[in-house]
């Protein structure tokens, strides 16, 4: 079975530039997860999504950020404008039941100049 | 609001002896409490959950938890440390099913040969 598919893995741009992070769940997954890693610290939770609805969005910046769930399956989070302080590891993960584990893909890592 | 607390920046231990990562929680019902590894460059792997019933659940790669509602404590063990197990420990808690998971800052574990 596949796991949680993230791309890219690594991104390098200049600060003002966008940037879009894409997640493919592993299949059959209802539940949808972003969370943003900066580094030596815990992932932070950016949305969650139950299929294509986002039920918990509170903590996405929604001024820059955005995220959809098209379909209910693929997501992709975007970044426009970036700024320095949004280097961090954006990471993806997905869930089967309520109570279940989380499943993560390896991470996007976005590095702003 | 529910959290999650790891005290130790580091847990130091030799090949061999018996290794523990402490978690602490705060949660309003009763929690749903897990353990996550992640290797450097890598996401975060699933290593055991504790949902309800037995006290001590038994996870991947030797690892166990013990779950002690007295002391809101869900500390991470194992009896004899191996040098692979060298890597940062995440504990997460949430407070009811279908939330998200909230995860403690992480506990970095060195394993010496």
């Known amino acids: 079975e596949a796991g949680v598919v993230q791309s890219p893995r690594y991104k390098i741009i200049e600060k003002k530039q966008p940037v879009a992070f894409w997640c493919n769940p592993i299949s059959g997954h209802n539940t949808l997860y972003w969370y943003l890693q900066n580094l030596g610290q815990g992932p932070e939770l950016l949305i969650r999504y139950e299929n294509e609805e986002a039920v918990d969005d509170s903590q996405l910046p929604k001024d820059r950020f955005s995220a959809e769930r098209l379909k209910g399956v693929d997501s992709t989070l975007k970044i426009q404008p970036a700024e320095l302080g949004d280097s961090a590891v954006y990471l993806c993960?997905?869930?089967?039941?309520?109570?279940?584990?989380?499943?993560f893909g390896e991470g996007s890592r976005l590095t702003v100049l | 609001a529910q959290s999650v607390a790891q005290p130790e920046d580091q847990v130091n231990v030799a090949e061999g002896n018996p290794l523990t990562v402490k978690c602490t929680y705060s949660v309003s019902g009763n929690p749903y409490l897990f353990w996550y590894v992640q290797y450097p460059n890598r996401g975060l792997q699933f290593l055991l959950k504790?949902?309800?019933?037995?006290?001590l659940v038994k996870g991947s790669y030797g690892f166990e938890a013990e779950f002690n509602k007295s002391q809101t404590s869900f500390h991470l063990k194992k009896p004899s440390a191996l040098v692979s197990d060298s890597a940062l420990y995440f504990c997460a808690v949430r407070d009811q099913a279908g939330t998200a998971l909230i995860f403690g800052k992480g506990t970095t574990l060195s394993v010496s040969s």
């Open positions: 504790y949902i309800t019933g037995d006290n």
């Open positions: 993960a997905s869930s089967l039941q309520e109570t279940g584990e989380l499943f």
